[in-house]
Each structure stands twice: as C-alpha cells, then as structure tokens.
C-alpha cells in the first residue's frame, strides 16, 4: 500500500477530486494548509500598501491506496493539478504499513478498498 501526499493550488481542487476518484481512488482526505516552495511568497497591494505573503494558501490531499494503482492514481492528480505556472505543488509518495478501518476491523488493503 502507499500513502499519496499532495499539496496544490486550491483552484485545482475540483479537478483533481474528480480526476483521482475516476482513477480509483475510494477516499482522501483534504485539509488546508499554508506553505511555500520555490516562490518564496509574493507582494500584494491593499489600500495602496505594499505587503509581503510569505506563505500561501494550499490544499493538502492524503491518499491511501494499494501499490498497484499508486501510480495511475499520482498521474491523475498531477495531470488535473498542473497548470504550467509555478507554485502548482508537490506529490510524495510513501509506503503504507498498515491500515485499519476501525468500524468494521478490515485492515490494510480491505481497510482502504471502497
């Protein structure tokens, strides 16, 4: 099993809930977070005020799934989160030892199935 972590744009998200679900995927978990990477942040205007962000909103996804779909899955999410410019996020990838579904005590890959 593998544990799927991606940070992207929230712009994205739709599109990339909907491309992971028609890739098999049974569930995730979304959670909004604030980062940077390479941008480093960027200079905004408010009522004629120069500030700094340093860091930028981002939503964060966690998906498990089995080995055999891990990659199908990851290039879902890549192709549906890239939009070309920079700032579009990360995807990690880990291996997942166990899971336990604790309503009905299925574990690992029966744990994570739909």
Do not use: C, H, W
Not at 8 to 26: M, Q
Not at 65 to 72: F, G, R, S
């Amino acid at each position: 099993m593998k544990m799927i972590v991606a940070i992207i744009k929230p712009s994205r998200l739709d599109e990339v809930l909907d491309a992971v679900t028609a890739a098999g995927a049974s569930g995730l978990t979304v959670t909004e977070v604030r980062g940077y990477g390479r941008q480093r942040g960027k200079t905004e205007v408010y009522r004629g005020a120069e500030y700094e962000v340093k860091l930028l909103p981002k939503v964060k996804l966690e998906i498990a799934v089995p080995t055999d779909m891990a990659d199908k899955v990851i290039e879902a999410l890549s192709g549906a989160a890239n939009t070309g410019k920079i700032g579009d996020g990360k995807v990690f990838v880990m291996d997942l030892e166990q899971a336990l579904r604790i309503r009905t005590g299925e574990r690992d890959a029966a744990a994570i199935a739909g």
